[in-house]
DNA sequence: TTACTTACTTAATGTTTATTAAGCAAGGGG
DNA sequence: CCCCTTGCTTAATAAACATTAAGTAAGTAA
C-alpha cells in the first residue's frame, strides 16, 4: 500500500508543480488552467488525462471527476475566456493585436494554445473543428470591420465591395492578419530568436491597410 | 499449413481500398505516399500505423517492414521531395507562391502536410521539431531573396539593413509570407469557401513589396 | 448525529498502439 | 534445384490510454 500511495492527503507533492492551492478556488477552474497550459504545449491528441492529472498531484480519474471525458475537458478550455485582456472595439484593435503578439513573445499563453489546437483541429475527427470553424468566421467579421476602421472614408466602399472570389478586400485582409498571427506562433514555438512576432505583425496590417487605400 | 493463410497470392481485397498496384513501382515510394496522405489530413499523432496499412491492404507490421518504426516513415514523408513542382528561384518564386496556394485549393497535398505537421511539430517532444525548424529558416531565406528580387534595386539596401529587433525588413517580410500560407491553409481546411488561399497569398505578397518600396 | 456535497482514490476494463520475432510465399538468378 | 531478396503474414508483447464503478475522507449544513 505505502508504495503506490505516497502521500495520502498533502495536495502538493505528487507531481513536480502544483499550483498553490491557496484559498480554495473553483477547483473545477484551477484544473481548466491546468489544462490549458499542458494542451498548448503539447496538442490535444498528444496529452493524457495522466499528464494533467500529474501536475495537479492527483489522477487521471480525479480529473475527469470534474469533465466527464476528455473532450469535455477540450471544449471547457476553449470555452474558458481569459479575462484578462478585453479586446477593444474599432481600429484600435488592431493595436490590441500587436501587443497581444508582444506580449505572447514573453508570456505564452491562450494564443498559443489556440494556434496549436486549432491547426489540429483541421484535421479529420477532431472535436473542436466546429468551434474553431466559427471562431475563424466571428474573427474575420471583427477584424474585417477594424480594417475598415482605419481605412480613410474614401477608400472604405472599395474595401467592402465583395471581388470575383466573393470575399471583400477587407475581408481578405482580416483572414491575412489571422493567419499570419497563428503562422508566426509556429515559427516562433519552433525558433523564438528567427522572427519578431509583434513587428512583423505590425508590418503585415500597415502594408495591408497601405494597399486597400489605394486603387487595385 | 493451409489454416493460417487464407489468401496466399491475391493482393487486394484485405483493405478497403488498394491504389492500383498497377507495375510494380518501388512499393516503398508507394508506401511513402499514402502515408504523406493520410498524415495530412489526421496528423502524426492521431494516426496509426493500422490506418496507413488499412489504406495499402496490408496490415501494420508490413508497414513497419519497409520503415523501421513509424518516426522513421514520418522523417521518410518529410525528405520526400514532391518533384512535381521545381521551386523557381529570384522574383518569380513569389509568383510561384501563388500558384502553389491556387494549386492547394483544388488538390489538397504537399502543403497541407506541412501545415498540418508544422504546426504539430511545435509542440513537444515532437519528433519533427528540428526538421521543421530547418525548413523554415531555409524558407525565410529564399522567399527573402525573393523579396528583395521583386524590390526596386535603390530600395533594396534599406530592406536587407536589420532593424532594431535584428531582423530585416525582407526576411520579416518572408516570414510573413510563410506565415500567412500556413494559417491560410488552415483556415481553409476548416471552412473552404470562406477564403481564397491563392488571392490573400498574393494580395499579402503585393501589399509586403509596396511597403517595403517606401521609406519606413 | 445525520445527510449531503466535494473531491478525490483504487481497481478494473477494454481498447488501441507501436514494436519485435519468426515464418511463409513468390520470383529470379545461379 | 537451391538460394536470396522482396514483401509480406501471424502472433505475441508490453505499454499507454480513456473510461467506469465503487468506495473513502473531509467539510458543511440541518
Known sequence: MSETTPAP???AP?????????????RREQILRTAADVFAAQGFNNTSLADIAAMLGITPAGVLHHFGSKTDLLTAVLELRDDTDPAPEGSR???HLVTTAERNATRP??????????AESATDQHPAQEWFRDRYTVLRREIG???LDRLAPEHRAAASTPGPDGHTPAGAAAAAVIAVMDGLQVQWLLDPDAVDMASVTGLVIDALVARLSQEG
Chains 1, 2 share one sequence.
Open 14 to 26: 505528487a507531481g513536480s508543480e502544483a499550483p498553490t492551492p491557496r484559498k480554495r478556488v473553483n
Open 109 to 118: 499563453g491562450t494564443t498559443q494554445l489556440y494556434a496549436v489546437l486549432s
Open 93 to 95: 484593435m488592431l493595436d
Open 145 to 147: 470591420d477594424a480594417v
Open 9 to 11: 492527503d498533502t495536495r
